[in-house]
């Protein structure tokens, strides 16, 4: 899959949650690889923000991100609506440090997505794939996020609130395509013995009717329910009538739950790449949502390139046979048995290294040790298909070594491993010479990287 940008520019415009000012927020096509960015236009010089999970300096209602003094807020639901959009690359051009709060929902943003479109870039996805159980818990607060393998990003959420209107409550997305129908629209809520603390702590000074689900439920005499509702701009309410406050009624009855899950994805998104795996979360917050999302940047910033995904349930692209017709290798040297991926910029192969392998015999023979050298033989085996596969009648060309940079060996090769050959262009092909960076793992290790330059060069 490639990585996709807006097709065109859009424009929203409205007061801050917390400022309570007018702002406006350009959200604007960006190149591949540029991931989501924000920009202060407002300040001297329009610093730039990368929105990821390591730039998160606060999370007191809502997220925000921020590169030295500079910040901006309540970014999760433009998050959300990108990240489920399937949006890789964007500029987000924001006269405020915050991201206006519309009427409290994605809906806004996920609407603007579809009307402007979606475009195709060059670049693949980079997709980050759950491949063992990952939890982060806070004993504090009850709360705690539970990551699982999945063939696709879902999510499961519970809320649990010391609350008549909101004690238990629950919602689901198994599909990102459901977004726009069962989550988009959820707005945020507060509670009304929270609003006079959170005025006093200089927020949601932009809070209203419009732009949140406001639950009074603590009683309070009427002057003082009437003092924050002069307080906030809104009309009054009788202090004997218990519940939702809001004109609007709920778009369904868990919208409270349904606007965590929001929320949710939103901090999910500053991880920088597309996910594939099952959240499961117990009264999530955004504290614990970005503490998750560090969790996994911390794992993508070790590695540039995840390990492989490999079933070996699923057909190969390529088997033996296919792959003895593009290469002229033969035993003892063809090392690459399969290939599950591929791409126009880069290939998986696979090679099963068994006790029978005949360099064994003297490398060594009390501990036997794959050499070196055959295990970057492998992955220029590995991307010669890549590079022949470029080519017609591939079986009447062959690929040579030209140049070999920057070999690391990390980890030793043993009778049992299976290996995984990530191979990658790192320029263009030009003129038949082809310039990669390869990879071979072992489960989720590296043992093996280096750079090498190949050509193509026809028979005789």
């Known amino acids: 899959m490639k990585q996709l940008t807006l097709k065109g520019e859009f424009t929203l415009r409205g007061k801050g949650l917390h400022t309570g000012a007018q702002l406006e927020a350009t959200f604007c096509p960006a190149p591949d690889n540029t991931g989501y960015k924000i920009q202060r236009t407002d300040i001297e010089g329009q610093p730039v923000i990368d ?53 409290g929902s994605a809906k806004p943003f996920f609407e603007a997505i579809q009307a402007v479109g979606v475009e195709e870039q060059a670049s693949d996805k980079d997709f980050y794939y759950v491949k063992h159980k990952v939890e982060v818990v806070d004993p504090a607060t009850g709360s705690k996020l539970m990551l699982l393998p999945d063939d696709e990003f879902s999510l499961d959420v519970k809320v649990n609130f010391e609350s008549e209107f909101l004690a238990n409550q629950y919602a689901t997305l198994d599909h990102v395509s459901d977004f726009g129908e069962l989550i988009a629209d959820a707005r945020t809520f507060v509670f009304v013995r929270d609003i006079e603390p959170l005025l ?31 307080l906030m701009g809104v009309p009054h309410h009788d202090a004997t009538v218990f519940g939702y ?115 064994f015999q003297g490398h060594f023979p009390q501990e036997p040790v794959m050499p070196g050298v055959l295990l970057v033989e492998a992955m220029a085996q590995t991307g010669g298909l890549l590079v022949l596969s470029t080519v017609d009648e591939p079986e009447r060309y062959s690929t040579y070594f030209m140049k070999i940079d920057n070999v690391k060996f990390r980890q030793k090769v ?47």
Do not use: W
């Open 51 to 103: 929105a990821l999970a390591e730039n998160v300096v606060s999370t007191n209602r809502g997220t925000v991100v921020g590169k030295g003094e500079v910040t901006v807020s309540t970014i999760e639901h433009a998050m959300a609506a990108l990240y489920v959009s399937g949006i890789d690359n964007v500029l987000i051009k924001v006269d405020g440090p915050e991201i206006p709060i519309l009427d």
């Open 200 to 230: 006093k702590a200089g927020l949601i000074k932009g809070g209203d009717l419009d732009n949140a689900i406001v639950i009074y439920e603590t009683p309070k005499t009427q002057d003082e329910l009437d003092h924050l509702a002069d």
């Open 245 to 359: 406050i809001n004109e609007r009624p709920l778009s369904a009855p868990n919208e409270p739950a349904r606007h965590k899950l929001m929320d949710l994805i939103g901090d999910i998104a500053l991880i920088g790449r597309p996910l594939k795996g099952r959240v499961i979360a117990t009264k999530p917050g955004h504290t614990i949502n970005t503490q998750l999302a560090k969790a996994l940047r911390n794992d993508i910033r070790r590695q540039d390139v995840q390990a492989p995904f490999y079933n070996p349930n699923v057909e190969p692209l390529m088997d033996n046979n296919a792959i003895r017709r593009s290469l002229p290798h033969r035993y003892p040297f063809l090392l690459v048995d399969k290939v599950i991926d591929k791409t126009e910029h880069y290939i998986v192969g696979v090679k099963n290294v068994t006790t029978n392998e005949p360099f």
């Open 414 to 460: 043993v009778p049992g491993d299976t290996l995984l050959f990530h191979v990658s262009f790192m320029t263009p092909l030009r003129r038949g010479m082809a310039v990669m960076k390869g990879r071979a793992f072992v489960g989720e290790k590296v043992v093996c990287e280096c750079e090498f330059m190949a050509q193509i060069i026809k028979n005789k």
